[in-house]
């Protein structure tokens, strides 16, 4: 099994910063793509930004310039730090891995979420 542990949310003041953090453990041979996701009060869940081996770092339009996603694949650890945060920024975030398991298959696997909100 697979378990990704998220932390770093909370509350910050509009215009401030936040650096989320979320590490897998487990059953791991390597991690493919590696991502933060969020839903707001009333939405559905979107991404913010992806991270794959491969390719190019998406990020969401609502976000770009303001967030950068990072990885440490030697510490199966992936971070969204975030500046510039604004009210609408407020939301649950997600992370998200692609693991490919010792046994040598490929799970998805979620983070439990961390709250960050974004008020004065």
């Known amino acids: 099994q697979v378990q990704l542990v998220e932390s770093g949310g909370g509350l910050v003041q509009p215009g401030g910063s936040l650096r989320l953090s979320c590490a897998a453990s487990?059953?791991?041979?390597?991690?493919?793509?590696m991502g933060w996701y969020r839903q707001a009060p009333g939405k559905e869940r979107e991404l913010v930004a992806i991270?794959?081996?491969?390719?190019?770092?998406n990020y969401a339009d609502s976000v770009k310039g303001r967030v950068t996603i990072s990885r440490d694949n030697a510490q199966n650890t992936v971070y969204l730090q975030m500046n510039s945060l604004k009210p609408e920024d407020t939301a649950v975030y997600y992370c998200?891995?692609?693991?490919?398991?010792?046994?040598?298959?490929?799970?998805?696997?979620w983070g439990q979420g961390t709250l960050v909100i974004v008020s004065s």
């Open positions: 998200k891995m692609m693991v490919r398991t010792i046994a040598r298959t490929y799970v998805e696997v």
């Open positions: 487990g059953s791991i041979f390597s991690i493919n793509d």
């Open positions: 991270m794959p081996t491969t390719s190019t770092t």
